[in-house]
């Protein structure tokens, strides 16, 4: 059970499941399928240019589609296996119950609206990967070797600490100005990151690359939106799961007599 298909599944039906959810099968099943569906689109559409292009790093139909059924085949069934866990484990239990009557929520700050929180709060786990990101971006399109993974290991660190960190703050700013529903917005706050990711990669390619064909630019940055989309699911869920724990704690200290 311990892979990261099953984890995902386990994870999902039961955040699911706590949140309201009740179709745990339809659950499982984008669960298992939305993701993949979509880099495989990107890449065989990208796919299409290399062959168009007559290069030599263009994959054959074929192998696509063997590795997409061998994807499928492996990944989807161990999904389910790990939903299957989560639905006997049952949702997570709250400190406290929720109000059935949702409460009328007061104008708030301008800095707390979805789009320009999920832009402040990006900036800060940008700046933390911002000097390694050059090296990165050098390696996978300069050519450039690249050999400090330690550092990068601990940037890495270093990115996930303030992307929980600042979900929660942003979090703990909605609640005070009671607004209830943070639960996406904490996943758009913790992705903000991606943003600008994928604005570094304009200023690179417009300032260190000389690309001068339409297909190297088409396939600059069909990676760097796969790059940015990666990234944006990754400190994005980073960022939900912290600001939730940190809701439950927040409300497991509120005594109700």
């Known amino acids: ?16 499941t706590s949140l309201g959810g009740m179709d745990r099968r339809k659950n499982a099943f984008l669960t298992a399928t939305i993701l993949p ?3 495989f689109a990107i890449v065989f559409l990208l796919n299409l240019f290399l ?5 030599s790093g ?20 161990l999904t389910v296996v790990g939903s299957f866990y989560g639905t006997r484990h049952g ?24 789009w320009m929180a999920t832009l402040i709060g990006g900036i800060l786990p940008f700046g933390a990967a911002f000097v390694e990101l050059y090296f990165v971006m050098s390696s996978l399109f300069a050519s450039r070797a690249y050999y400090a993974f330690g550092f990068l290991s601990l940037t890495a660190g270093i990115v996930v600490l303030t992307t929980a960190t600042v979900s929660i703050l942003f979090t703990y700013f909605m609640l005070c100005a009671e607004e209830y529903r943070w639960h996406w917005r904490s996943f758009l706050i913790g992705g903000g990151s991606a943003f600008w990711l994928f604005a570094y ?16 630019a088409v396939l600059y940055f069909g990676y760097l939106f796969l790059l940015s989309v990666l ?7 980073i960022g939900f799961l912290a600001s939730y724990w940190a809701v439950r704690r927040l409300y497991s200290a509120i005594r109700v007599d």
């Open 201 to 216: 990669g304009v200023f690179y390619w417009a300032s260190r690359l000389s690309l001068d064909s339409f297909t190297s």
């Open 231 to 237: 990234d944006f699911l990754v400190t994005g869920t």
């Open 91 to 114: 949702p997570i239990s709250h400190p406290v119950s929720v109000n059935q009557i949702p409460r009328q929520i007061p104008p708030g700050p301008r800095y707390l609206r979805p």
């Open 58 to 77: 263009a994959v054959p139909f074929g192998t696509i589609v063997l590795i997409v059924l061998l994807w499928y085949g492996i990944s989807a069934p």
């Open 1 to 16: 059970m311990y892979n990261p298909y099953s984890v995902s599944g386990y994870i999902s039906n039961r955040v699911y």
């Open 37 to 39: 569906t979509f880099i």
């Open 51 to 55: 062959i168009h292009g007559d290069s």
